[in-house]
């Protein structure tokens, strides 16, 4: 049996998201929930740990993470957690002598600033646990048939989670059972992809004054709906 602490997250999401027949996608659903915990927790419980802090300082936010934690309440916190951070930039992106030194050259400062721009502590934290989700997803599928068929009735998953799913059956799973997870899969994405084609088609029409008069169906959301699948 895979690890609790994913197990209970996704099962309890999975049946969420059939009971209340929700139109999203599994793994982005995940993401949300951890991504929330971790911004709680950098800006709570974890902010004064030191060995968090080390990391927080090496890694940074992007700026999509920055932009959510300067929305939230503890903002001491935030400036706290910055003070350090600007400090650790300062040391290691710029170059010991000085951004200005003349002995300074671009090529030598481009390596610490690719590193800097590149990670982010909450990204790095969600990813590794969404991985794991992942995992644990492709686990359940395989051992247990009532999760097996709870997971088929999932609307769609995004196009990006799509490919983590895939490549996770690929490295989890026997390759036996590889094709049947294909299918188990890619079936929900063919289904999902034409009925969003269609309305985003009839969503189109809608602006022909023909059409004027005819009911939007499922039409209305499909514009947001495909961002939210492509993306
Ligand atoms: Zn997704
Ligand atoms: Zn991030």
């Not at 027949?21 to 740990?49: F, H, Q, V």
């Not at 068929?149 to 983590?164: A, N, Q």
Request: hydrophobic share 35%; glycine share 4%; proline share 3%.
């Amino acid at each position: 049996m895979k690890e609790q602490i994913y197990t209970i997250p996704v099962t309890e999401t999975v049946d969420r998201i059939n009971e209340n027949g929700e139109c999203t996608c599994l793994l982005c659903s995940l993401y949300k929930k951890l991504e929330d915990d971790e911004l709680n927790l950098i800006l709570g419980a974890s902010m004064m740990e030191p060995d968090i802090r080390i990391k927080t300082n090496k890694e940074g936010f992007c700026r999509k993470h920055f932009d959510m934690m300067l929305t939230m309440k503890n903002k001491l916190g935030l400036a706290l957690m910055l003070q350090s951070h600007i400090d650790e930039v300062r040391n290691t992106v710029f170059p010991k002598e000085g951004l200005f030194s003349p002995k300074n050259k671009c090529d030598a400062s481009l390596k610490p600033l690719e590193e800097h721009t590149k990670s982010c502590y909450i990204c790095g934290k969600v990813d590794f646990h969404l991985g794991k989700m992942a995992e644990t997803i492709v686990y359940l599928w395989e051992h247990e048939e009532e999760f097996a068929k709870k997971f088929s009735k999932m609307p769609y998953f995004c196009v990006e989670h799509y490919r983590l799913l895939l490549q996770t059956g690929v490295y989890k799973l026997p390759k036996n059972k590889q094709n049947d997870f294909y299918t188990a899969v890619s079936s929900i994405q063919k289904a999902y992809i034409n009925s969003l084609y269609d309305d985003v088609s009839w969503f189109c029409k809608k602006f022909d004054y023909r059409f004027e008069d005819e009911p939007w169906g499922n039409s209305k959301d499909s514009c947001e709906r495909a961002v939210k699948f492509l993306s």
